[in-house]
Nanobody, 124 residues
Framework: QVQLVESGGGLVHPGASLRLSCAASGRTFSGNAMGWFRQAPGKEREFVAGISGAGVRRYYVDSVEGRFTIARDNAKNTVYLEMNSLKLEDTGVYYC?????????????????WGQGTQVTVSS
């Protein structure tokens, strides 16, 4: 059974940092693009960041460019999202996702697999 399990969410103040992790099991995703999405209260889920299968190419939504970094460790079957300079509007449930294609890492990504989500709350 394929599973994506996120961790690392929490409650932080504006300007703080968090690092999310997504551990995959049930199959290897080293050849698959992976990404992070988020859903704020009352809003639709949106793409945040994506990374190609080899980890060379990355893509970010404009609102997080320069503050968030997506990375992956294929040996550990894990993808990360380093979030710095967090803002109130970054609050939401963050979901890890995996696509079938190696280069399906941009904002039109069509994931096949989803994690259960981890809550990130930025509050003063």
């Amino acid at each position: 059974q394929v599973q994506l399990v996120e961790s690392g969410g929490g409650l932080v103040h504006p300007g703080a940092s968090l690092r999310l992790s997504c551990a995959a099991s049930g199959r290897t995703f080293s050849g698959n693009a992976m990404g992070w999405f988020r859903q704020a209260p009352g809003k639709e889920r949106e793409f945040v960041a994506g990374i190609s299968g080899a980890g060379v190419r990355r893509y970010y939504v404009d609102s997080v460019e320069g503050r968030f970094t997506i990375a992956r460790d294929n040996a550990k079957n894990t993808v990360y999202l380093e979030m710095n300079s967090l803002k109130l509007e970054d609050t939401g449930v963050y979901y890890c996702a995996a696509a079938e294609g190696r280069f399906d890492y941009r904002d039109d990504m069509s994931p096949t697999y989803w994690g259960q989500g981890t809550q990130v709350t930025v509050s003063s």
